[in-house]
């Protein structure tokens, strides 16, 4: 049973031949050009850690197909290797739009987000605050993957201890109203300030 507020998984090292294993058939998914077992030959790499796997997740991060360059920036994070860390920095802070104005690879970024945090890498925690106040304004605001994005932010920052964080998290905590405000039986307004 995964910890309440979800659980990241943990990298075990692979042996080198199952490490090829897994390499041989990601290139032999890559040929077939399919999304679904694209995803599904980098998924292994989640859980698995080996020093073969970083230079092809890194080319998969540019992979047009939000869900697979998703899948490997969740693989990055399990490697382990801090050497992605300012690739991973450039894809959160790029600017990715869409004709409607709305972000172009929000699955990819919030995995970003996510593998940074469980790096460790603390360069990442600017950009990151800056991705989620984002989150905060339109159209990002109404779009579906506003709340992705900004749950990935709070878990990089609870995963980076970050103290400048808790006033962005203190402006969303929703602020208490009452349910029929012109009822008589509603508390003072020193109840609602509190």
Same mark, same amino acid.
């Given at each position: 049973?995964?910890?309440?507020?979800?659980?990241?998984?943990?990298?075990?090292?692979?042996?080198?031949?199952?490490?090829?294993?897994?390499?041989?058939?990601?290139?032999?998914?890559?040929?077939?050009?399919?999304?679904?077992?694209?995803?599904?030959?980098?998924?292994?790499?989640?859980?698995?850690?080996?020093?073969?796997?970083?230079?092809?997740?890194?080319?998969?991060?540019?992979?047009?197909?939000?869900?697979?360059?998703?899948?490997?920036?969740?693989?990055?994070?399990?490697?382990?290797?801090?050497?992605?860390?300012?690739? $991973?920095?450039?894809?959160?802070?790029?600017?990715?739009?869409?004709?409607?104005?709305?972000?172009?690879?929000?699955?990819?970024?919030?995995?970003?987000?996510?593998?940074?945090?469980?790096?460790?890498?603390?360069?990442?925690?600017?950009?990151?605050?800056?991705?989620?106040?984002?989150?905060?304004?339109?159209?990002?605001?109404?779009?579906?993957?506003?709340?992705?994005?900004?749950?990935?932010?709070?878990?990089?920052?609870?995963?980076?201890?970050?103290?400048?964080?808790?006033?962005? $998290?203190?402006?969303?905590?929703?602020?208490?109203?009452?349910?029929?405000?012109?009822?008589?039986?509603?508390?003072?307004?020193?109840?609602?300030?509190?």
């Amino acid at each position: 049973k995964a910890p309440k507020g979800g659980g990241f998984p943990e990298g075990v090292e692979a042996s080198d031949e199952e490490a090829k294993k897994i390499l041989d058939g990601l290139k032999a998914t890559a040929a077939l050009k399919d999304e679904p077992k694209m995803v599904e030959a980098v998924t292994p790499m989640v859980t698995k850690r080996h020093k073969d796997f970083v230079p092809e997740l890194r080319k998969l991060l540019a992979d047009r197909r939000d869900r697979v360059s998703a899948e490997a920036a969740k693989a990055l994070g399990s490697q382990g290797d801090k050497a992605v860390a300012s690739l $991973l920095l450039k894809l959160v802070a790029a600017e990715t739009k869409t004709r409607e104005g709305y972000m172009s690879n929000p699955d990819t970024k919030a995995a970003a987000v996510e593998a940074l945090g469980r790096l460790g890498e603390a360069k990442a925690l600017v950009p990151v605050r800056e991705l989620a106040a984002k989150m905060r304004v339109n159209p990002e605001v109404k779009a579906g993957y506003a709340k992705r994005i900004v749950r990935a932010c709070v878990r990089a920052f609870g995963l980076l201890k970050d103290k400048e964080s808790v006033s962005y $998290l203190i402006d969303e905590v929703e602020q208490p109203v009452p349910k029929h405000p012109n009822s008589s039986t509603n508390p003072g307004a020193d109840y609602w300030k509190a």
